[in-house]
């Protein structure tokens, strides 16, 4: 641990070498100030003063921003009914689209964790995960092809007299279930495969059918995981608006209107983006109590 | 569980539909590429391999992606660096804050990408304007990296965390000074968490489009952001989809690098 007294001090390398071993102080800074630096000043800071310009206003003649200080944006946001519909419409899109992962990723997860033979386990969480890799874009452009008019939607459905739902408020809950599907399987796989097999047997062993093990065994214990895949599901989906306007039609989420006040009113903008902030952290504190984060 | 058998055959019916609703979008995406026609209405009414020499040709799309791949390597580069050294201060070190730090480094991707994109956007230009620098590839580079250093940052703690401090305290003991540790020691013990971690950061400011929109000034156009203008015009339809199957086939080459890469750094966090 100590330098031996002949190779002390025998090169400036060296030296510098053993003051930053004695002082591990001066170590954790050097570390720390460059990273710090980019993501306290450069991002905590930009955040911070976007939030504080959400409490400014803009002359309505010049689109200047005005920089009083004033909740008049927050007011605006809370009693204009457009607003009102536009934040509940979102998060009842976020919510719809983690419902409709849960739905489709448990079977899946239920079938590469414990019904898939062992041996093709692995495989198959590759083809889970392989999607994640594919262009976010790329993804919503093939919905965007899907349900175009006479797209395959449209053909597939056509046997059966009906028509696919075309660009609107359904294609966009059907394009962010579809991009975000991944993140809700990988951890219902993971808490299924981690199920111990001996709990099972017990509960069979006590007379419960299938259906009864399920709800009492294997549903308390995956729940947290759907929780933490929800998580990403809800959040991603709030905080979307790229999707939506390329599948969405009309339909304006948080982020369209967020968009679209960029140019005219930032500061409206500003407030009207603190709105998924505020959805998304009241949802993880609320995640936090049924331990789900902790299994991320 | 002993499940009966039409109970198994559901399951396994379901899964089978799941894993359609994952793949048949890709392979629509491949199938078009060789479409006839400029529109999407299905079956394509004939193939054809016309577009993809067209796609070859097309400077806008060729353009994108160099300008995509030197952003990408830009922030991968910093990230690199970033992440590495707050891994090395979170893992190695103990001081107050410290669970603070990690938090702030998950902040970029957690919030929405438009809440950080006209943050940044605010900031650059009232920031840089005043001394001349204008958006363009420096500040999309910045606005990446920002949200890129979380990757690196997550391989290379979990990786320190794995491997205690004694290797390197066995390295000192015969006489290696701080450097010379983290040379023969450290680095080789985290190197293949820096590839995964590189690739992820590299793959993700590759895709990224939200932050980019508000970063990249009117010169500069990623591939995300030249396919995003393109996608509505009816006459770039066929080259779109030819940019949308490669970008498709892409993709296999990070899932083939992340399965030779140790299995626990690549599949766990590719967010």
């Known amino acids: ?296 | 569980m002993q499940l009966s058998r039409p109970a198994r055959i559901a399951l396994r019916a379901a899964a089978g539909l799941g894993f359609a609703f994952i793949y048949v979008p890709l392979a629509l995406v491949l199938v078009n590429s060789f479409n006839r026609d400029r529109s999407a209405s299905w079956p394509p009414s004939g193939l054809t391999l016309h577009w993809w020499s067209v796609a070859r040709e097309n400077e806008g799309a060729r353009a994108a992606l160099w300008v995509s791949v030197k952003a990408g390597l830009g922030a991968t580069a910093i990230a690199l660096v970033l992440g590495t050294l707050i891994a090395f201060a979170v893992a190695r070190h103990r001081f107050f804050g410290r669970d603070t730090v990690s938090f702030v480094v998950v902040l970029p991707i957690a919030l929405p990408g438009i809440v950080t994109g006209i943050a940044l956007n605010s900031a650059f230009s009232t920031v840089l304007e005043p001394l001349g620098v204008g958006l363009g590839m420096f500040t999309v580079i910045v606005g990446h990296a920002t949200f890129c250093i979380v990757v690196v940052f997550n391989n290379v703690v979990a990786r320190l965390r794995r491997t205690s401090g004694t290797y390197e305290e066995a390295a000192m003991d015969l006489g290696a000074d701080t450097f010379r540790v983290f040379v023969d020691v450290t680095f080789p013990l985290v190197r293949s968490a820096l590839l995964a971690g590189g690739l992820l950061a590299f793959a993700l400011s590759f895709d990224e489009i939200v932050v980019t929109t508000f970063t990249a000034g009117p010169g500069i156009q990623t591939l995300p952001i030249w396919i995003f203008d393109n996608m509505t015009r009816p006459r770039q339809a066929p080259v779109v989809n030819v940019v949308a199957a490669v970008l498709v086939l892409l993709s296999v080459i990070p899932i083939y690098a992340a399965q030779r890469l140790s299995a626990d750094t690549a599949t766990s966090s590719r967010i």
């Not at chain 1, 597939?156 to 993140?183: M, N, Q, R």
């Not at chain 1, 903008?269 to 299994?295: D, N």
């Open chain 1, 1 to 296: 641990m100590t330098s031996l007294p002949q190779t002390a001090g025998r090169s400036p390398v060296r030296r510098l070498a053993g003051t930053l071993h004695r002082r591990p102080r001066l170590r954790l800074s050097l570390l720390l100030t460059a990273p710090l630096l980019w993501l306290a000043v450069l991002y905590l800071g930009s955040l911070a003063v976007l939030f504080v310009s959400a409490f400014w206003t803009t002359n309505s003649f010049t689109s200047e921003v005005v920089k009083v200080w004033s909740a008049d944006n927050f007011h605006q946001l809370l009693t204009t009914p457009v607003y009102r519909q536009v934040i509940l419409r979102s998060v009842g899109v976020a919510l719809a689209v983690t419902l409709l992962c849960a739905v489709i990723a448990f079977p899946v997860a239920f079938y590469t964790a414990r019904i898939a033979k062992p041996e093709r386990r692995p495989l198959l969480v590759v083809a889970i995960l392989t999607p994640l890799w594919a262009s976010y874009l790329v993804k919503v452009y093939a919905w965007r092809l899907i349900l175009s008019q006479d797209g395959l939607a449209d053909w597939a459905l056509k046997p059966l007299g009906l028509s696919g739902p075309g660009y609107g408020l359904t294609a966009a809950v059907i394009a962010l279930t579809y991009l975000w599907l991944p993140y809700m399987i990988l951890p219902i796989h993971t808490a299924l495969e981690q199920l111990p097999a001996n709990l099972l047997d017990a509960s069979a062993d006590l007379g419960a059918r299938a259906g009864r093990t399920f709800r009492s065994v294997v549903l308390p214990m995956v729940l947290p995981s759907v929780a933490a895949g929800s998580v990403f599901t809800f959040s991603l989906s709030l905080g979307d608006y790229i999707t939506v306007q390329i599948v969405g039609g009309k339909t304006q989420l948080i982020g369209n209107v967020v968009y679209s006040n960029i140019e005219l009113n930032l500061p409206m903008a500003a407030a009207l983006g603190t709105v998924p902030v505020v959805v998304i952290v009241v949802y993880l504190l609320a995640m936090r109590r049924t331990g789900a984060l902790s299994s991320l």
